[in-house]
């Protein structure tokens, strides 16, 4: 018998009055008035689908398709997960899986090795970044057919099974033996200092494994002179709410209302910060923007309401909803909304889903079209959504958190050459190309000496001549047009292109360090620790 989903129990049966006492007994809690009728019109029209329906019906289809548009209508973030697809979605939030520890690219048809996991699988036979996978356990794993499922397949496995890679390295072919293990998913992304007591950490997700990488990150610049500290979450969606209470935990004194939760069927549940955090001290900027959502709204809100740091970026999401994960009986998960979660001055910042989910995600181009990324004079609030931080200070709740300090988009950037490069890929495909023909040139032996010899190296015009081979070539006539946003544009895809290169050169931290250079929210952040960031958070 098809295992299907509660609300379609006995379908081979006619519905008849004693369902309803069936429901129930099942629906006991919370049930209201119209519960047991709606109830009841779903198992009905299943029965009469499955009793007169012209072809056998696929329960489990039917079922599923049911669900995903029950929960739909509820609000954007209650989802249902298939059994088949919950491993995948949850591993980034658990931080790790099993497989052979490296992260890729696809270039040119060809699986190329992007970062080999330190203490990983592969690390351990001596996989080396660059590395071209040629075959898997014998078959071809070049040509058009590979693409990231391809390499998730054959790739990713159980702990101690064992997986044949055949390898390019410069001209000659590599056979490695590699047992698969735990990989870990790293939530800081990178981090270092940004002077002698500033330093810089970016947290991609708030996973299982978050807030121990967060600390160790911290230890190591602490030991380095941090006396400040750039937290970067832009771009971050969220996560575990308890990891995201553990890290505000970090800089909040002890006591401190991190942020509440309350629903229908929940009581208002406060979570606080404990004695534990590493740093309570230390002047403090949050980098935010409006892809920072969740649990990075919690502690840019918190650090926001006890005047503990200094927001900087543009306004976040706007998602103030909790929650919870049910499995269900074929391995399937439903994430169902549960609370709603209010910042410690009594926020909530969920912006509004009443018009429906197409709506509610075309937030983001309605911001951009109406000008919020670029003028904060843009952005209007109304006064019932007015609240005080604990200094006196203004913020507002409905709709995401507003910086205290504002940094607009850089559309200048985006030139109609530099658009359709970036649509193609080239920027990316041309720094591995380029990265994989000079490696071992003297003039790329480490990052100092790379950046000291970069604008020697012809970077820039060799690829006009790649893009121009991939059909891109600019457009001199509409340029002469507009020569101060091609001359903007331009310089920033020579720092991009320059950035991209020490990626593949010398690891990811490395990009972050040659972008650095032309990420305004970065600058921002690191203009406002050095100006006074004390006397800024009171204004």
């Known amino acids: 018998m098809k295992r ?49 329906y012209v072809e056998t019906p696929n329960t489990d289809r039917i079922s599923e398709a049911a669900v995903r548009q029950m929960l739909r209508t509820l609000d954007p973030h209650s989802i249902y997960i298939a059994a088949k697809d919950v491993e995948r979605t949850n591993e980034s939030l658990q931080g790790n ?26 690390e351990k036979v001596g996989v ?37 890679v055949d390898v390019l390295r410069g001209r000659n072919t590599i056979s490695f033996h590699i047992i698969r293990d735990k990989v870990p998913i790293n939530s800081v992304d990178t981090y270092f200092m940004a002077d002698d ?27 380095q002179g941090m006396k400040a500290l750039v937290l970067d979450l832009r771009g971050n969606t969220g996560g575990y709410l308890d990891i995201a209470c553990g890290l505000a935990n970090e800089f909040l004194p002890t006591g401190s209302l991190i942020v509440y939760t309350e629903g229908r069927t929940q009581k208002r549940q406060d979570f606080r910060a404990n004695r534990y955090g590493r740093f309570r001290k230390g002047s403090l900027v949050v980098l935010i923007d409006e892809n920072s959502a969740s649990a990075s709204e919690i502690v840019s809100g918190a650090v926001q309401d006890w005047d ?77 959504l007015k609240y005080k931080t604990v200094g006196g200070r203004t913020v507002y709740g409905g709709g995401g958190i507003m910086p205290d300090i504002f940094v607009p988009m850089d559309t200048m950037r985006l030139s109609d050459y530099f658009i359709a490069c970036r649509s193609k890929g080239l920027q990316r495909q041309f720094a591995h190309q380029w990265a994989d023909g000079h490696k071992t040139q003297s003039m ?26 991939h059909a891109v ?40 360090l040659v972008m650095k250079e032309v990420d305004n929210g970065y600058q921002s952040a690191i203009t406002t620790l050095r100006v006074s960031p004390l006397s800024m958070r009171t204004k």
């Open 4 to 52: 299907i989903f509660l609300l379609t129990l006995l379908l081979t049966v006619a519905i008849a009055p004693s369902n309803a006492q069936l429901f129930k007994k099942i629906f006991h809690r919370n049930q209201t008035e119209d519960t047991i009728p709606g109830l009841v019109r779903l198992q009905e029209v299943m029965g009469l689908v499955h009793n007169n």
């Open 97 to 122: 899986f099993e497989g052979v520890g490296i992260s890729f690219g696809i270039y040119n048809d060809t699986i190329v090795v992007a970062e080999v996991v330190p203490g990983g699988a592969s």
């Open 128 to 164: 080396l970044r660059g590395d071209k996978i040629l075959r898997i356990d014998g078959g071809p794993a070049t040509g058009d057919s590979i693409n990231n499922a391809f390499v998730f397949k054959h790739l990713r496995g159980k702990k101690g099974t064992l997986v044949v």
């Open 197 to 223: 007591t500033i330093g810089y950490i970016r947290l991609l997700r708030f996973a299982r494994t978050s807030v121990d990488e967060f600390r160790r990150a911290v230890n190591d610049l602490q030991k």
């Open 308 to 384: 503990r740091g200094v927001v900087v970026g543009r306004r976040s999401f706007g998602k103030g909803l909790v929650q919870r994960m049910y499995t269900l009986s074929d391995g399937a998960q439903v994430r169902i909304t549960t609370a709603r979660y209010y910042t410690p001055s009594g926020r909530c910042i969920q912006k509004p889903y009443e018009s429906g989910t197409d709506d509610y995600n075309a937030d983001l181009a309605r911001r951009y079209n109406h000008g919020e990324m670029v003028s904060s004079d843009s952005i209007h609030f109304a006064d019932s």
């Open 444 to 469: 790329v032996k480490d990052f100092d000496t790379y950046l000291l010899h970069y604008d020697s190296l012809g970077i820039d015009s060799l690829f006009e001549a790649y893009a121009a081979e």
């Open 473 to 512: 070539v600019r457009d001199t006539a509409k340029e002469q047009a507009e020569p101060i946003r091609v001359k903007h544009s331009d310089d920033y895809q020579h720092v991009l292109l320059k950035g991209l290169v020490a990626e593949q050169l010398f690891g990811m931290k490395y990009y972050y």
